[in-house]
């Protein structure tokens, strides 16, 4: 993906941003964001990257295993559901059956397209989420990966990198927090679109999960009985999956990728995604100022077409 230099970047962001220029194929995310669903109801969730993708990923893949234990077998969650996006350049082909597909017939992706980019004639699971959160969570997932800590601040990643994207020029672009978040929302009424908050899986997990198993159901097979329900539920806790952190650290694309980035080949291998499993971090982390950015940047993209000039409005209203 173009790696969107300014003329304001600091050293350490431009290096950041040049690395990141190589992380996908023109070919490869072309491939993905071109991709035509093989079957019915094929369900792709799409999200702002941290925004609960790898949440959604473990909870979809466990409804549609069968057996009360779920599915682990995988090396990494990508390698069950693959990212959309990555999969050619991870030597994963879109055509391929995917891991306890017979079973169910049900074919799930992941991806950061926004609407307009992303796959036509799916089923799409939106999960959205404070946008402060998301900004100190996108940056603690690129420390040690794609910088070393401390060689970026916090201020200047959100500033120069996060709150720099706006609308995507091409497909080869990925749109801004806010820009995916609005093209989204405007299909939040659709039949094929389920739209989630990333705090009310934190509050109440089974709930949640009960409408994305309804979800994604559909005439030749069903996981809303509540023993799918359950074991979903507890396959998907911050507890199990930081017992499992393994299995959700990116090591796909991190083994596929990283050199072709310029990174050390072992650049983040050993950090996972699962954290803190927090809601609201961002603001008792995140300074005055940078919130402050971060709020006038919403009122600028999201206020007039929603009606709300703070996430907490929104969701309110939902």
């Not at 473990?58 to 234990?69: D, M, N, T």
């Not at 080869?172 to 659709?190: E, G, I, P």
């Not at 559909?218 to 199990?240: V, Y």
């Not at 961002?282 to 009122?299: Q, S």
Request: charged content about 25%.
């Amino acid at each position: 993906m173009p790696f969107e230099l300014t003329q304001s970047d600091s050293l350490c962001v431009a290096k950041m941003k040049r690395a990141l220029s190589n992380f996908e194929t023109e070919e490869g995310r072309l491939s993905g964001l071109n991709y035509t669903p093989q079957l019915q109801d094929e369900v792709i969730i799409t999200t702002s990257p941290k925004a609960g993708t790898t949440w959604l990923q473990q909870i979809c893949h466990q409804l549609r295993s069968s057996g009360p234990e779920g599915d682990m077998s995988f090396d990494e969650i990508s390698t069950a559901v693959p990212w959309l996006e990555l999969a050619f350049d991870q030597g994963q082909g879109l055509a391929a059956p995917q891991l306890n597909q017979s079973s169910t017939n049900l074919r799930v992706w992941k991806s950061h397209a926004w609407e307009p980019d992303c796959p036509k004639g799916a089923k799409y699971i939106v999960v959205v989420r404070d946008p402060c959160d998301v900004a100190l969570s996108f940056y603690k997932f690129f420390e040690n990966w794609f910088f070393e800590k401390d060689e970026i601040s916090v201020d200047a990643f959100v500033q120069e990198f996060w709150l720099m994207r706006g609308i995507p020029e091409s497909k080869m672009q990925n749109a801004s927090y806010f820009h995916h978040f609005l093209s989204w929302y405007r299909r939040k009424d659709d039949d094929d679109v389920l739209f989630l908050f990333f705090e009310d899986l934190k509050v109440d997990l089974k709930k949640e999960v009960a409408k994305i198993a309804a979800f994604i159901s559909n005439e030749t097979w069903s996981c809303t009985d509540e023993a799918s329900i359950e074991k979903a539920t507890r396959m998907a806790s911050f507890e199990f999956m930081s017992l499992n952190s393994v299995k959700f650290n990116e090591s796909l694309s991190k083994k596929a990728r990283n050199v072709a980035c310029g990174l050390r080949e072992d650049a983040g291998m050993n950090d996972s995604k699962i954290k803190s499993g927090e809601a609201g971090g961002g603001k008792k982390r995140l300074g005055d100022d940078l919130k402050t950015m971060i709020g006038e940047k919403w009122v600028e993209v999201m206020q007039e077409e929603t009606g709300h000039a703070t996430y907490e409005s929104l969701k309110a209203a939902f």
